[in-house]
């Protein structure tokens, strides 16, 4: 599976931007697709997953009002739409995909990662 992550630049506070995320090779209705995130100086978190055959979501606690993921299957395109942007969302957004059958949250349970677009937030 291979993984192109885009849609990252500079906004204000209280922006919004849109991540795509986009698929190829491997069967993707079994995956399940996430997106993660890096901030400066701090370990890769988990922000939202989506199961690519029934659509469930899952997000995390802390972006949860703020973020939704969604897929186009007909694009096979994973999108993290971001709202009220804080400067504490800027990171570089990792896209990433997990062969497992449950909801998967921890990093090292995905097995494939997109190359990563930077958000930046100014206050």
């Known amino acids: 599976v291979q993984l192109q992550a885009f849609g990252g630049g500079l906004v204000q506070a209280g922006g919004s931007l849109r991540l795509s995320c986009v698929a190829s090779?491997?069967?993707?209705?079994?995956?399940?697709m996430a997106w993660f995130r890096q901030a400066p100086g701090k370990e890769r978190e988990f922000v939202a997953s989506?199961?690519?055959?029934?659509?469930?979501?899952y997000y995390a606690d802390s972006v949860k009002d703020r973020f939704t993921i969604s897929r186009d299957n007909a694009k096979n395109t994973v999108t993290l739409q971001i709202n009220s942007l804080k400067p504490e969302d800027t990171a570089v957004y990792y896209c990433?995909?997990?062969?497992?059958?449950?909801?998967?949250?921890?990093?090292?349970?995905?097995?494939?990662w997109g190359q990563g677009t930077e958000v930046t937030v100014s206050s």
């Open positions: 990433a995909a997990s062969r497992k059958l449950y909801l998967a949250t921890p990093r090292y349970e995905y097995d494939y």
């Open positions: 989506i199961r690519w055959s029934s659509g469930g979501t």
């Open positions: 090779g491997r069967t993707l209705s079994n995956l399940l």
